[in-house]
């Protein structure tokens, strides 16, 4: 009844205003453990209100190919899209997406100040939060134990890849190191990312001419690559998200810099975390992202998909997944409004909720003299989704031993140039 209780009262407005008359709305989601969660919980939305929910479940990068070809030509495909902060604020000048107007018992301000900057435009919010997240380090604290080695807050990249190195045990089935080498600018792209902007290098300078072939950047992606060749699973050129999230639940993982919302789903009882670390510049070494909802202009159906986002993203819907026979505490949506760090049965359980929060609340996503531009692990201007996906590309390339450092560098500087050239930057 718990369940019922939360989700009457979050859609109380909705019933009121006559939405809950029978439609259909298309969602399309990333394949995450708490978007599928979500299908769960919804089902009583649509016992409530008589909205169907027709999901759309992708891979991050199928995601995002699809869901940006589909709202850039209008095609009507969903009415409900997730989106995060590259697309949010850019999509939403151009108009591809509509702005969101919530009920004052929504209570925006409690949305977490970093994430509601991310999704705005000029003020306005054009995606909701669903979750929020940062990157940090989740080891294994027995495996460090019994290695002697430690991992601190912010520590240095050479002290990492020493304890990955004592932590690797292949015979047994161990590996060191699990990162993301999956191409794509959110894949592969995004760690990478913050590993070169901690050794001081940057997508682009003043002039937002490519900076690829710097110095910087090459001691950055070769420390990667080594770190991955020497301490890494076999095939990391083929692991996102999910992926390594099972072999870290497989108990296969010594350690895992990536999202801090799979903190939620590591079943291992010994991991510990630390904020990420740096190789002498710690701006930019934790990413900052919300996955999010928006609504694609011209929705027939943008008065219902408003409704459901409410929903989906309030805080009643932090207490329907709480209170869920399923789920609980543990499972709950994180890192987007500030009440649910509040909440003791949260705190009962979230060991990870202070790590998360320091790591959102330290990223960095304004621009500095070293990057002139806003974002951490991806460049807020519209021609970054294709420059970044032609480097995801070469850095895998790079990883797999098909082309060296240098030659990746090269190549994907090399299209990054003809890309910013012919948007007419210089």
């Known amino acids: 009844m718990k369940l019922k209780s939360a989700l009457r009262a979050a859609t109380a407005l909705t019933v009121l205003a006559g939405a809950a008359q029978a439609q259909e709305l298309t969602i399309a989601i990333v394949n995450n ?20 929910l027709n999901w759309v479940s992708l891979e991050e990068g199928v995601l995002r190919e699809q869901v940006t070809s589909d709202t850039a030509t209008g095609g009507g495909q969903y009415d409900i899209i997730n989106i995060g902060m590259q697309e949010a604020p850019i999509w939403g000048q151009a108009g591809w997406i509509e702005p969101l107007n919530f ?4 209570d925006v301000e409690d949305i977490l100040p970093a994430m509601r900057a991310g999704l705005s435009y000029e003020g306005t919010l054009y995606a909701a939060p669903f979750y929020g997240e940062s990157s940090m380090v989740m080891y294994r604290g027995d495996l460090a134990d019994a290695a002697g080695v430690t991992i601190a807050d912010n520590d240095s990249w050479e002290n990492v890849k020493a304890a990955a190195a004592a932590m690797h045990d292949p015979d047994n089935g161990v590996y060191g190191a699990c990162l993301r080498g999956k191409p794509g600018w959110g894949d592969n792209g995004a760690f990478i990312t913050t ?16 900076q690829l072939d710097s110095e910087e950047w090459n001691n950055a992606v070769s420390f990667y690559v080594d770190l991955l060749q020497s301490y890494g699973p076999p095939g990391s050129e083929g692991n996102s998200f999910n992926e390594i999230l099972a072999l870290y639940n497989e108990d296969k993982c010594g350690l ?9 789903f590591l079943e291992n009882e010994n991991v510990r975390y630390a904020q990420s ?9 934790n990413w900052l992202w919300a996955w999010a909802f928006a609504i694609p202009a011209g929705s027939p159906n943008a008065e219902a998909a408003q409704d459901f986002i409410e929903w989906a993203t309030s805080k009643d819907y932090v207490q329907a997944v709480g209170n869920h026979p399923e789920f609980g505490w543990g499972s709950v949506p994180t890192g987007q409004r500030a ?14 909720a202070e790590a998360e929060l320091a790591a ?18 991806f460049v807020a201007i519209p021609e970054f989704p294709e420059i970044g996906s032609a480097f995801g590309q070469e850095m895998a390339a ?5 082309k060296t450092v240098e030659e990746a560098l090269a190549d994907a500087q090399a299209a990054a140039d003809a890309i910013m050239q012919e948007a007419g930057y210089y």
Request: net charge negative; glycine share 8%; aromatic share 10%.
């Open 195 to 210: 590993v070169a902007n901690s050794f001081g290098a940057a997508w682009f300078d003043a002039d937002m001419r490519p």
């Open 256 to 264: 895992w810099i990536d999202a801090t919302i799979a903190a939620s």
């Open 33 to 52: 453990g708490h978007m599928i969660n979500m299908q769960t919980v919804a089902e009583a939305y649509t016992e409530e209100t008589g909205v169907a």
């Open 103 to 106: 009920s004052d018992d929504y």
């Open 398 to 402: 790079a990883l797999s031993g098909a």
């Open 339 to 352: 009440s649910t760090y509040e909440i003791p049965e949260f705190q009962a359980v979230a060991g990870f």
């Open 277 to 285: 670390p740096n190789a002498g510049n710690p701006v930019g070494a």
């Open 360 to 377: 959102i609340d330290s990223a960095a996503p304004e621009a500095t003299e070293l990057k002139p531009y806003v974002g951490v692990q």
